[in-house]
């Protein structure tokens, strides 16, 4: 019987934006198939060891705290954690999670913190800040087409040569807002902008994950289907909701006036 | 007499009653924008006619029910507040209330303001009111979306206190360590409330507890008992900084599931025993807050006793409005720690419950809902035999609910919030309670909803 070895990082410094849910539908997923899955959490000066563990998660977290993680993440744990996703260990990194996970991220404020170089990204940050619904068309394959979710982050992040993005932006802003890119992937190490949280309402990026982690250790050629009937209708729903909305100009007017029914 | 003042007051005056008239609901914000279109000074000139000037109560949760808890208590002790009791905090909303209540030349018919503020507009509140008395309830997360990050929220906070006139005074939660570190650069008064004695304490802190760093310096707090979110008594073991002995403090507290609680109560001047018609240690805190400020205005320990007791819940929560022989139990829930105490409060009720979950992504709301996933739903899965879930996400609700381990068999979607309410009426026995857990827009929503149904008075009239 297949276990899958998740290890958490840092998840109570990352985690304001309920990126914790991508755990819970790793979790349930393995659960529903009659399979194990383990949770080890680390934190603030817990060494990694790459062999242990098949799948990593990081979250999103406010300045300070990614900070404090950022300089913990510098030298061999950083190291641990490039080793294991070269040695084929899935990850899912989400907002500052992925953005530590770049090259460097030069902040507003002008510092310049050094990220862990698993993706060739970098980031800068800018003075306003990307919030909103968001749909992507999913490039990576054996998951395909489209992913929903919802980004909240003024950093702007762009692809070096070696990089490939997790998907095309249909709406919302994605890596930057220019150049349509959202994510970036790395064997089978995912970094995105999206919250929602984003595996619950895009089942095939989970089982995609699940798949790769634990074919590491466990002959599979896919996973067993599951009734995913709710969560393609939720995924559904999210996707009518931000295809149906229209870019906001300025602030609604006085026409809304009309007795409601 | 000045001309635009009153030109401004007559105009919002007949935008409310415009607005009421085409069923806009409580028609709070609309009035207010127009006026400080036709004058932008308008608030601060109403204002200024108040002889007991004002009061603001601010903070994440529990704004609403501790400005309505200290309406009662002033009006029990002969005061005639002027307040923004629907909940529209914004600078329009409270140019509303005070418009409302005013004459033609903007003279408001009361002795003091009352206003609840939403936290991100305290600072340009209270430049304009200068208020006498500041009110913080805590600071949770909430909203990202809208106010950002809680540490730039308490900075902003800090900044609206140091510029506080020295005669004002401030009345903090003790029990929220970044609330309670608010206010260092003011040269108002600082006054603190919170709980000492509570029975029924968590076991550990939550994983959307928010607060869990000294604020000083970073080290994470010791907490020597937890009421729930980052609430509870804590210490820091980095710089030695400690939770202020509250001024105004609940000693002993004994919860009653969603009929409220019995609370011993001390204060400077009097100790005195409640019975709190409302549900929660939260609501423990919001009676410490309404009492401290009360307190503070000059009010004895009879119109507090007579305000408490006499109090009828602030619409949506906690309300119980009667419909079709059922009782609907309706209550705001709109951030995760707000959301895990109304679930802990439902534990109280036992299982087999019939539950409406309206979730709404309205800009009030927070466009985002990936919150939802920080709430413990795992410990509310096992109370309902049938889980309406509704509202503009009510799939997001529905899914949320699957991966907390309710079976399908039990859980419903109806994206339709009349059809869903109909689903959770019929799907209660005569005589039986429907529990409506609803983020804000979502409550408003059901409230105009039971209204148009002929179950509930509507929101401008209640109070």
């Not at chain 1, 080793?83 to 090259?103: F, K, M, T």
């Not at chain 2, 609309?30 to 108040?50: S, Y």
């Not at chain 2, 019995?262 to 309404?290: C, I, K, M, Q």
Request: proline residues 5%.
């Amino acid at each position: 019987m297949p276990v899958l070895r998740i290890c958490h990082l840092y998840p109570e410094l990352m985690n304001i934006y309920g990126d914790r849910g991508n755990v819970i539908a790793l979790v349930g997923r393995c659960l529903w198939r009659g399979w194990e899955a383990r949770v080890v959490r680390l934190s603030l000066g817990d060494p990694i060891d790459p062999s242990l563990h098949d799948l990593f998660f990081i979250g999103g977290g406010q300045d300070r705290e990614q900070m404090m993680v950022c300089e913990d993440l510098a030298g061999e744990k950083g190291e641990a954690l490039r080793a294991a996703v070269e040695d084929g260990a899935a990850l899912l990194s989400i907002c500052g999670g992925y953005q530590l996970l770049g090259r460097r991220f030069l902040t507003c404020t002008g510092e310049d913190l050094p990220g862990v170089s698993l993706f060739d990204v970098e980031t800068v940050g800018g003075d306003t800040r990307f919030i909103g619904n968001v749909a992507v068309e999913c490039a990576l394959e054996g998951v395909g087409g489209t992913l929903v979710g919802f980004e909240n982050h003024s950093g702007r992040t762009r692809l070096g040569p070696a990089a490939r993005p997790l998907g095309r932006v249909l709406r919302g802003h994605g890596n930057n807002g220019e150049d349509g890119t959202e994510g970036c992937v790395h064997r089978h190490a995912i970094g995105t902008y999206l919250h929602g949280s984003l595996l619950p309402k895009n089942p095939r990026l989970a089982d995609w994950l699940i798949l790769q982690a634990l074919r590491r250790r466990h002959e599979l050629e896919e996973l067993p289907p599951l009734d995913d009937a709710l969560e393609e209708a939720a995924h559904r729903a999210a996707l009518r909701l931000v295809l149906g909305e229209r870019p906001r100009k300025g602030r609604p007017r006085l026409r809304r006036l009309r007795p409601s029914r | 007499m000045n001309a635009r003042l009153t030109a401004a007051v007559a105009a919002g005056k007949a935008a409310t009653w415009l607005s009421r008239r085409l069923g806009m609901g409580a028609g709070s914000n609309f009035p207010g924008k127009v006026i400080l279109r036709l004058h932008a000074g308008a608030p601060e000139a109403m204002a200024a006619h108040l002889p007991g000037g004002c009061v603001l109560v601010s903070g994440t949760n529990g704004k609403t029910t501790t400005s309505n808890l200290l309406a009662a208590v002033l009006r029990a002790g002969g005061r005639r507040p002027v307040h923004n009791r629907v909940g529209a905090n914004l600078i329009t909303g409270i140019t509303a209330a005070l418009a409302q209540a005013s004459d033609l030349r903007g003279v408001p018919s009361g002795d003091l303001g009352l206003f609840e503020v939403d936290e991100a507009t305290l600072p340009a509140a209270a430049e304009r009111l200068r208020p006498r008395l500041v009110i913080i309830t805590n600071l949770f997360r909430d909203q990202l979306d809208r106010y950002g990050e809680l540490e730039s929220l308490a900075r902003k906070m800090d900044a609206a206190l140091a510029a506080l006139e020295p005669g004002a005074r401030v009345l903090l939660n003790a029990d929220d360590p970044l609330v309670a570190s608010l206010g260092r650069d003011t040269r108002a008064s600082i006054h603190y409330y919170g709980i000492e004695g509570a029975g029924d304490t968590e076991p550990g802190l939550r994983h959307a507890a928010d607060s869990k760093h000294c604020r000083g310096c970073g080290s994470p707090l010791a907490f020597e008992a937890h009421y729930f979110g980052h609430m509870g008594r804590y210490s820091c073991p980095g710089c030695g900084l400690s939770r202020p002995m509250p001024e105004f403090l609940a000693s002993r507290v004994e919860l009653a599931g969603t009929a409220g609680s019995r609370v011993s109560v001390d204060t400077p001047r009097w100790s005195a025993e409640f019975s709190l018609p409302l549900p929660g240690l939260y609501n423990v805190h919001n009676l410490l807050a309404a009492l401290g400020g009360a307190q503070l205005l000059g009010l004895d320990e009879e119109a507090v006793r007579k305000g408490v007791e006499g109090y009828s819940t602030a619409f949506g929560r906690g309300e119980r409005i009667p419909v079709d022989g059922r009782t609907l139990f309706l209550v705001l829930s709109k951030n995760p720690t707000g959301f895990n105490e109304v679930i802990r409060t439902l534990r109280g009720e036992g299982e087999g419950l019939v539950i409406l979950a309206a979730l709404n992504d309205r800009i009030a709301d927070g466009r985002d809902v990936s919150w939802i996933w920080d709430v413990d739903f795992e410990e509310l899965a096992p109370l309902p035999r049938r889980l309406v879930a509704t509202g503009t996400r009510a799939w997001d609700m529905a899914l949320r609910m699957k991966y907390a381990g309710l079976e399908a068999a039990r859980l419903e979607v109806r994206e339709d919030l009349r059809e869903a309410l109909r689903a959770a009426l019929d799907a209660a026995a005569e005589g039986e309670t429907v529990y409506a857990l609803a983020t804000y827009t979502a409550t408003l929503d059901l409230r105009r909803l039971l209204t148009r149904m002929g179950a509930a008075p509507g929101i401008w009239r209640e109070g």
